[in-house]
């Protein structure tokens, strides 16, 4: 089925371009973005459950903005009323004059831009979704939740609590300008079981998600993940520490996404460039991986939680080479940091909530696949580790280093797996050295969009990455 389009927005689009009419007569450029998306979040463990008619992108609202002079301003509101858009106009031209007049009186020269363009464009997109989260069987739901808590404790051994999650939203969006009227409808849904183990004062936690651009059918296949945390928390439970050193290293799909994102992810969201905080800029057109590195990142180079048809500025939504054989070919951009530096933009704008403001923000990043087998890849180590599993990771966009803390390695000598594991890796470097030393990259490729990702300590939204097998060289401690 198509997810429909909200009723909501389309019964207010008339005053809402009633009310760019009336905001032209004021302003050189007025755009709309309204948002009506809604959902669920089920926690279920054996302590507590938990039902919420909200996930991090549900919302209701509108955001207006303008510009005028070389300068832009933005009013937010979630309350209007079409029949009277002047009583709208007339509220938010007060907060929107107030925040041109400060601008201008401070002089904010970075902030001095184009008028963004305004080419006439129509579309309106229903995508392919099973079901609906707003007409989804809670009960049923709980109910499947419970029982896969429940066969966790059953089956796990020294088990404290197992907990299953399940998490859907229907987002609709409508962007409007003088010339432009774009809609679009999707759902997402991502889920996962954790499992909390115990052995002789050691406690343990493995987690195993699934995501995609689905309804809540997703999560008939939540069970199936299942086999993996339990499997998985045992070995942390045995798990020895890390000698740090550096060493052959190969990164599953999900590390590799980790990677991907945290080198390639916010060291070339351009707004960046504006504001000379990231050195990916410098190295625009130069060697950055070697040549068995090349990754995409945009909306359309996969399927999963974050892939959209146009980003929260009206912009269709891209596939970018970020990097081809090893050469940074370019970054990502939202439209008004393009404007600024004289280039596109790439349907990388994105909002927290349609009262943040919008910055560069990555949608999927995903290393691309090569032509070698894991099995290959185990074989030439003759001591190293097979890197699983992600808890989180950072990155200086200033300088480029990067952290990674991944869930455990397996280790490998003589090119076999010798059952031993070490728990937790904490993977350091410089993204070039890093990426420079990828020598085998795998046929097949992996996506993942639990979570999500803020940019520093806050505005945080769904993003997705992923690749294939890599071998690298890399300092784990």
């Known amino acids: 089925m198509l ?82 858009p002047e009583d709208t106009a007339r509220e938010i031209t007060r907060e929107l004059d107030s925040q041109l007049a400060l601008l201008r009186d401070r002089q904010i020269a970075p902030y001095e831009t184009d008028r963004l363009p305004d080419e006439p464009q129509t579309l309106f997109i229903e995508m392919e979704t099973g079901r609906l989260p707003e007409q989804e069987d809670m009960g049923r739901l709980i109910d499947a939740l419970s029982a896969i808590s429940d066969e966790g404790m059953k089956r796990g051994e020294n088990m404290l609590d197992c907990t299953a999650t399940a998490q859907s939203t229907h987002i609709c969006k409508l962007f409007l300008t003088e010339n432009r009227d774009l809609r679009q409808s999707y759902v997402y849904s991502e889920g996962g079981v954790a499992c909390v183990a115990s052995r002789d004062g050691r406690t343990e936690m493995s987690h195993e998600g699934i995501s995609g651009r689905e309804g809540p059918e997703l999560f008939d296949r939540l069970s199936g993940t299942l086999d993996e945390a339990l499997r998985s928390v045992q070995e942390l439970l045995g798990a020895e520490r890390a000698v740090p050193g550096e060493y052959d290293i190969i990164t599953a799909p999900d590390v590799t996404g980790l990677i991907a994102h945290e080198a390639f992810g916010h060291g070339v969201e351009m707004d960046m460039f504006v504001k000379r905080r990231a050195l ?135 090119g076999k797996l010798t059952g031993k594991v070490i728990a937790p890796v904490v993977m350091t470097g410089y993204v070039p050295d890093l990426l420079g030393s990828v020598s085998m990259v795998s046929g097949d490729r992996g996506v993942f969009g639990n979570g999500g990702c803020g940019k520093g300590h806050k505005e945080w939204v769904k993003v997705a990455d992923g690749g294939p097998y890599l071998k690298a060289r890399g300092r784990l401690g």
């Open 3 to 84: 997810a429909p389009f909200s009723p909501y927005l389309t019964g207010i689009a008339p005053g809402l371009k009633a009310l760019i009419r009336l905001l032209s007569a004021r302003y050189d450029y007025v755009s709309v973005l309204s948002t009506d998306s809604v959902g669920f979040g089920v926690r279920i463990s054996q302590r507590a459950k938990s039902v919420e008619n909200r996930t991090m992108t549900t919302e209701r609202g509108t955001v207006v903005r303008v510009y005028k002079d070389g300068l832009y301003s933005e009013a937010a509101f979630n309350h209007f009323d079409p029949a009277r």
């Open 280 to 414: 990916g800029a410098e190295y625009l057109g130069k060697r950055v991986g070697s040549d068995r590195v090349t990754m995409h990142e945009g909306a359309l180079c996969a399927v999963d939680v974050t892939s959209y048809a146009f980003d929260d500025e009206g912009t269709p939504a891209g596939d970018v080479t970020e990097i081809k054989n090893g050469i940074l070919q370019t970054g990502i951009c939202d439209a008004l940091s393009a404007l600024r530096l004289k280039t596109v933009p790439t349907g990388n704008g994105k909002r927290e909530n349609f009262e943040h403001k919008v910055y560069t923000r990555m949608t999927n990043t995903l290393f691309d696949s090569g032509t070698d087998t894991l099995e290959d890849m185990i074989a030439s180590i003759q001591h190293g580790y097979l890197l699983k599993g992600i808890a989180s990771g950072m990155e200086d966009p200033k300088h480029w280093g990067i952290q990674c803390i991944i869930e455990k390695g397996y280790e490998i000598r003589d």
